[in-house]
């Protein structure tokens, strides 16, 4: 028996990359996912994959800025599988992100459609679940943070706001529902290297995000959705309102750690020289 055998997850943005991850290790630990994506083709290869390897899933092309399709994405899960016990805010306008910069230079309708997609999708998707969770007796919710939403940087004005306040949407919904027996937890990733980010990022922007990093390689998407089968499960029976990284310690350390940090003999051999030499992109 896996951990969700007889759940119903709703994982939004489940098309490709994390989301997809997600999808995949709830269903096969026995859930039944619906494969929400506003990229058809792609919700629909994730649902392949899925019933290929056994699973039950169900393909939806949904925009979560739009609220009648949030409306109609929860009513077509619960009139197919029977209710919704589990949810996954994955979905994100990433599209966005190469518009998105410094405040002065920002674009108003960057940060408008960002708050629609990011945030106020999340919430709701979050509105339409929680009644459905309380007439099953509860649920859980996993919201995808990053931690750009925990701390500042030169760009991405926009997403770094919304993940920041999704982190408080995420403590407010699991203050306002723990007595209904629905947990919420926000997940942070660092530089997860998906498929849409390895072809944004080239070899010397990678490796100037790497010296940052504690563990000595890129996270991997199935990384995060360890994580979130983690807190979407009963293992994760007692933790709610949490923000929780996934990063390889990218935020863990003192702003000094890529030149060297304080503590030389913890490096390798040549460790500080190569990091010192190593160029800024």
């Known amino acids: 028996m896996g951990r969700f055998e007889g759940k119903v997850a709703v994982v939004t943005g489940a098309g490709a990359g ?48 739009d609220a009648q399709a949030v409306a109609a994405l929860f009513e077509t899960a619960e009139r ?7 949810l996954v805010n994955n979905a994100s306008a990433m599209h966005l992100t190469p518009r998105d ?9 960057v940060w408008d459609e960002t708050m ?19 007439a099953r007796g509860g649920g859980a919710i996993v919201n995808m943070s990053s931690c750009q939403g925990l701390s500042g940087d030169t760009a991405q004005t ?20 723990g007595h209904a027996q629905i947990r919420c937890n926000a997940v942070a990733p660092g530089l997860i290297m998906s498929e849409r ?4 990022l080239d070899e010397c922007m990678q490796r100037h ?4 990093q504690l563990l000595p390689r890129v996270g991997r998407p199935d990384d995060v959705a360890a994580l979130v089968a983690f807190l ?7 933790i709610t309102g949490q923000v929780v990284c996934v990063d390889g310690g990218l935020l863990a350390h003192v702003p000094t750690f890529a030149d060297g940090g304080n503590s030389p003999a913890a490096l390798p051999a040549g460790g500080i020289t190569e990091a010192a030499a190593a160029p800024r992109c």
């Open 18 to 65: 994390i989301g997809k991850a997600c999808a995949l290790a709830i269903a096969r630990e026995g859930g039944r996912v619906v494969v929400a994506d506003i990229n058809a083709p792609a919700a629909i290869a994730c649902a392949a994959q899925i019933a290929a390897e056994a699973g039950h899933g169900l393909a939806l092309a949904t925009d979560i800025a």
């Open 80 to 86: 197919h599988f029977g209710g919704v016990d589990l």
């Open 101 to 109: 910069c410094a405040i002065l230079d920002l674009d108003l309708v």
């Open 116 to 134: 629609a997609t990011n945030l106020r999708g999340t919430l709701l998707c979050c509105r339409q679940a929680i009644p459905r969770m309380i």
């Open 158 to 177: 926009s997403y770094a706001a919304s993940k920041a306040a999704m982190n408080m949407l995420s403590a407010s919904l699991a203050t306002q529902y």
């Open 197 to 200: 980010l390895l072809a944004k």
């Open 209 to 212: 995000l790497r010296r940052h």
């Open 232 to 238: 979407l499960s009963g293992d994760a029976a007692f």
